[in-house]
T-cell receptor, first 112, second 114 residues
Framework: DAGVTQSPTHLIKTRGQQVTLRCSPI?????VSWYQQVLGQGPQFIFQ???????GRGNFPDRFSARQFPNYSSELNVNALLLGDSALYLC???????????FGPGTRLTVL | DAKTTQPPSMDCAEGRAANLPCNHS???????VYWYRQIHSQGPQYIIH???NNETNEMASLIITEDRKSSTLILPHATLRDTAVYYC???????????????FGTGTRLQVTL
């Protein structure tokens, strides 16, 4: 079975631009979580969605938003990019919100 | 979520068992112990989890002390490909509609050498 997939793999943007990252969960999983990992640190929780509803939000500014689609895939949007948004963005899927999470390979975002 | 404490780094010779400790003295009764690992620049990989009994799968064994205040992840025969950062996380496992994030610390960097 296919694992969690994320696109694109790498992305370069400039300050002030907007970016959309995409995630497809494991087949049958209904929950998607997003994490940000800055170089040298562990992943930090951004959002969790289950059955197309936001179920949890981490300590991130309103420039970060997400949604989940009827097929349970998800998008993470970041507006007005800052240099500090440069990071590896990870998507994890699970059967439901509190179940074991399985991670995708991540999207490496570089903001210049 | 309860906080965990792990040594920042450990070394292990290839073919030997790697024993990675984790302290979680403030763990609650409904919180599980999860282990993930992250090989450089890849997404974290789920290894194993447990509540109070010892657990074993094809990747590793998890030993949880009787008071649940600490645990040890055991890789029985470490290989060079096991070189990674290992994260110990405690997390409540609620029902279907419950949201539950993973709170990552800094983990243990395991270096497996020849």
């Amino acid at each position: 079975d296919a694992g969690v997939t994320q696109s694109p793999t790498h992305l370069i943007k400039t300050r002030g631009q907007q970016v959309t990252l995409r995630c497809s969960p494991i087949s049958g999983h209904k929950s998607v979580s997003w994490y940000q990992q800055v170089l040298g640190q562990g992943p930090q929780f951004i959002f969790q969605y289950y059955e197309k509803e936001e179920r949890g939000r981490g300590n991130f500014p309103d420039r970060f938003s997400a949604r989940q689609f009827p097929n349970y895939s998800s998008e993470l949007n970041v507006n007005a990019l800052l240099l500090g948004d440069s990071a590896l963005y990870l998507c994890a899927s699970s059967l439901f919100g509190a179940d074991t999470q399985y991670f995708g390979p991540g999207t490496r975002l570089t903001v210049l | 979520d309860a906080k965990t404490t792990q040594p920042p780094s450990m070394d292990c010779a290839e073919g030997r068992a790697a024993n990675l400790p984790c302290n979680h003295s403030t763990i609650s009764g409904n919180e599980y112990v999860y282990w993930y690992r992250q090989i450089h620049s890849q997404g974290p990989q789920y290894i194993i989890h447990g509540l109070k009994n010892n657990e074993t799968n094809e990747m590793a064994s998890l030993i949880i002390t009787e008071d649940r205040k600490s645990s040890t992840l055991i890789l029985p025969h470490a290989t060079l490909r096991d070189t990674a950062v290992y994260y110990c996380i405690v997390r409540a496992q609620g029902d279907t509609g419950t949201a539950s994030k993973l709170t990552f610390g800094t983990g243990t960097r395991l270096q497996v050498t020849l």
